[in-house]
């Protein structure tokens, strides 16, 4: 973007969020803390592509102004956690939107194949799920309990090997996407292709709607969370492949640092995900169709609000602004 379309595309923002400075014109500290962290986000844009533009400096000035309002009203370390998950997340969701776009489309891509394959090649679900894994599941079925697999080793011992699993699975997602994403693509294409050959051997088996009822408590954010950290991962391998104006280095840094966040935004529905498998999904045979389904909907409703709703609130929150002068703006 050339200078000129980048000042005037933010110069009302900027100008409103200084007049809102000089005149305490904030309902509360956190609206501050989250316009503050749009301006350090602009500031480090032009400190990128205009390193000799005259925007640093005001930039530079209005968030200092702004840091020493933020830091008389509310102290760092008891706040800087929950702005990372109610401002700073959601603004980085709303800005790579199309990364996390994309990373859906390629899962339900990947899945489709999975169950396309399976359709297709009466040995493919042993080839991608292995033979015991296979004839269990066979077992369970003729044993009324398709789902019995999650019903084995005790609750926590089961919580805590499926929560580390899955963060494992998460971390690695993200960290292969430094080999330009295909390593990340990798990953989403392996485990995409088991979920949709999984889901086909238990339709196949007539019992799909009882698979779904058990798999989905917990697997609505496991599934979600890995694809939001598959993007993140794409995300990683973009800034490599596309730097821009900026040095290849410059971009991977600023890609992993974003990358990260998002990464880390995941942990705590990975941790839900983990719980619900650990001590609800092993009683899904037993409890009420209503709850299972309220269950599902209720946690899938969670974290789809969360990374593909709420970004789009707080863009918008950030960005209405009333109009003002530009007599401020003539040091750029």
Not at 70 to 95: G, H, M, S
Not at 170 to 187: D, K, P, R
Not at 278 to 295: K, Q
């Amino acid at each position: 973007m050339r200078e000129v379309a980048f000042i005037k595309q933010n110069k009302e923002k900027w100008l409103s969020f200084e007049k809102a400075i000089f005149n305490n014109d904030f309902k509360d500290a956190d609206e501050l803390a989250s316009q503050y962290i749009h301006v350090i986000n602009d500031l480090a844009y032009a400190q990128t592509y205009y390193p000799k533009s005259k925007v640093i400096t005001y930039l530079n000035q209005l968030a200092a102004k702004a840091y020493q309002k933020i830091y008389k009203t509310k102290a760092e370390d008891t706040n800087r956690i929950i702005r990372f998950w109610k401002t700073e997340v959601p603004l980085i969701c709303y800005q790579y939107r199309k990364f996390i776009y994309v990373a859906f489309i390629i899962f339900f891509a990947f899945t489709f194949v999975g169950a396309i394959s399976a359709a297709n090649d009466g040995e493919f679900v042993r080839s991608i799920l292995g033979d015991d894994y296979v004839n269990m599941s066979l077992e369970n079925i003729e044993a009324g309990d398709p789902v019995a697999v999650y019903k084995s080793g005790s609750n926590w011992g089961s919580f805590i090997g499926i929560t580390i699993n899955n963060l494992k699975v998460g971390i690695i997602a993200f960290v292969l996407g430094v080999f330009l994403g295909i390593g990340t693509l990798y990953i989403m294409f392996k485990n995409c292709v088991m979920l949709g050959s999984f889901q086909y051997f238990f339709y196949e088996k007539g019992v799909l709607w009882e698979s779904v009822r058990g798999i989905w408590i917990h697997g609505s954010m496991e599934i979600f969370a890995i694809v939001i950290e598959a993007a993140a991962g794409l995300i990683l391998g973009a800034s490599i492949l596309f730097p821009a104006t900026h040095s290849r280095y410059t971009s991977f840094k600023l890609g992993a640092k974003t990358g990260i966040k998002i990464l880390i935004s995941t942990f705590p529905f990975t941790f839900c995900a983990g719980f619900l498998e650990g001590f609800i999904t092993r009683y899904s045979n037993i409890m009420p169709h209503w709850l299972s389904v309220g269950i599902i909907l209720s946690t899938l409703g969670c974290i789809s609000y969360y990374y593909l709703i709420y970004p789009f609130k707080i863009q918008k929150q950030i960005t209405k602004s009333p109009q003002t002068t530009n007599a401020s703006f003539e040091i750029i």
